[in-house]
Structures are given as C-alpha cells and as structure tokens.
C-alpha cells in the first residue's frame, strides 16, 4: 500500500492509473477506522480495479465548540488495517495540504443541508461538502463510497455531485451494526459501559418504528410520537431529534404512502449518536 500526502503526487497516481485504463475507488475517511469503514473498503474492491482510502479529519465540518481536537485518530492502527485489506493507497493530507494560505472557497448545498443535523450544525455540510468535492477532484475516482449511517451526508454529496456535474458514482453503503444492533461510528469511543448501554435505545427505537410501519400504522405522528416515548424511557438518551422525511429532499411527510427515512440524533453523555432507517409503506 502506498502513502500519499501531497496532493499533486495523489493527482499523478491517478492519472497514471486513468490512463491504464483502471477503475478507481474512493472511500472517503475521517479514520479511526472500525468494521464499518472496512466494510466500505470490501464494497469498493468489487467495484473497481484500484482502491484510494482518504483518511482527513476535515476541520471545516467541526464547529468552534464541537470535538474537532478530541476527534480519536490512531494513524498506525488505520494504516495497518488498511494494508490488510490491501487498500492501493492512503490518501492522508495535511489541513495545511487541503486549506492552505489564502484558502477561501466553500461549497453550500443549500435545502438539504438545512434540516435533521443542519439545525444544530449550521455549517457542517458546508464543511463536508467543500472536502468532499476537493477529494473527488484531487483523487479523480470512477466511484466513490460513503456509508448510509450519514444519511443527509450521503444525500448531500449525491446532490453536489450531480449539480456540479461530476462523472462519478455515488455509493450508499448499508450501516454496519453490532450484533446487539448500535450503528458502528468512531464515536462510539466516547460511551462508558453505562452509556454503551444506553445507545442501543436509538436501533430498538428504529425496530419499533419499522415494526409499526409493517403493521400498518401510516401516520407520521403517530411513529414518531412512538420513537420518541421509546428513547425518553431511557434516562441517559438526550433527544435532538426524530424526524420521518422525504428520502430524498429530507422534507418532513406526515403520512406513510411511499418509503420514508426515519433519522434520529441522540446524545449520550459526549457521544452524539446519529442513526436512520428506511420505513417502507
Ligand atoms: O463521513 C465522514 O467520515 C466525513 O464526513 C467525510 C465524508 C470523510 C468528509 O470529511
């Protein structure tokens, strides 16, 4: 596996690859890597000849007062890991690579970035959007991979791409869980035994709302309403927010008629937990 840190050299690898007529896939990171960015990393290898992994803790996506300095990062660790699933290349910039001197171009995807996580994180989309579309003209991938637990993320950077007009796939991957059901996320370092716990109330939420939707319930309200009598049983779960949406736009739909998105964040103690499912009529 190659490391690569300056950015013309990752341009010249891929032209290079391009020019062989090789497939690339990118898998975009913030590292502290777990089972769910290694499952993105096998999706990649079926999709093409070449995988990029970036590993970039974006500081542009964390607000003044959120966990930007504590953000977990074990290079070594994610290296070794990477190397095993014989990743081609580990993309990793420095911020002074990325948002060097004089830097001052953002990318805002206006109506989805404002709803579920964008209400207390005004400019945190603007952040991902902005490295997200920097990544994709710095690796020049055929395909790139992000997980589904993102969810307005992923939509996000699906409408970048088409409105930009990038010649490259998007791939939603499935949420990784662990077998007692919480979403794999490098934040889960953040729970205490207690709080581990007390996290699993966000999937056991999300299995109650598909469970309704299956036995035919169809009003929003009422799913909602029962998402959230079901964290608020648990005493450690502070609710931001439960919010059944349009899977595309991310508008709130008070009725069940055609597959809806239920997105939820949760905290718990310093974690802030996001999870989501599709609910189908
Ligand atoms: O999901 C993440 O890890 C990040 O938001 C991403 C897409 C790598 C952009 O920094």
Request: with cysteine; hydrophobic share 40%; charged share 25%.
């Amino acid at each position: 596996m190659q490391i690569i840190e300056r950015i013309h050299e990752m341009r010249s690898w891929s032209e290079t690859q391009r020019c062989q007529g090789r497939r690339l896939v990118l898998v975009p990171t913030m590292g502290f890597l777990h089972e769910g960015h290694l499952s993105l990393v096998c999706d990649a290898r079926k999709r093409g000849d070449q995988v990029v992994v970036s590993i970039f803790v974006n500081p542009a996506q964390f607000a003044p007062q959120e966990d930007f300095a504590a953000y977990p990062r074990d290079f070594e660790r994610d290296r070794q890991l990477l190397q095993k699933e014989r990743v081609d290349v580990l993309f990793h910039p420095s911020v002074d690579e990325i948002y060097p001197e004089g830097y001052q171009t953002q990318i805002k995807v206006e109506r989805l970035s404002v709803p579920l996580c964008g209400v207390v994180r005004p400019g945190h989309f603007r952040g991902v959007a902005t490295v997200v579309a920097k990544l994709l003209n710095i690796v020049r991938p055929h395909v790139a991979v992000f997980g589904r637990k993102d969810y307005q993320q992923l939509q996000v950077i699906r409408r970048l791409v088409a409105d930009l007009n990038y010649d490259i796939e998007i791939v939603g991957h499935p949420t990784v869980r662990e077998a007692d059901g919480l979403a794999l996320s490098s934040r889960n370092v953040y729970l205490n035994a207690e709080g581990r716990k007390a996290a699993l109330c966000l999937s056991r939420s999300l299995g109650l709302a598909e469970s309704l939707a299956r036995q035919g319930e169809k009003r929003g309200k009422a799913i909602v309403d029962a998402v959230q009598a079901e964290i608020g049983k648990e005493p450690l779960a502070k609710m931001e927010y439960v919010i059944l949406c349009d899977p595309e736009t991310l508008q709130e739909v008070d009725r069940i008629d055609q597959d809806a998105v239920l997105a939820l964040a949760v905290s718990i103690g310093k974690a802030r937990l996001i999870d989501n499912t599709v609910i189908k009529p």
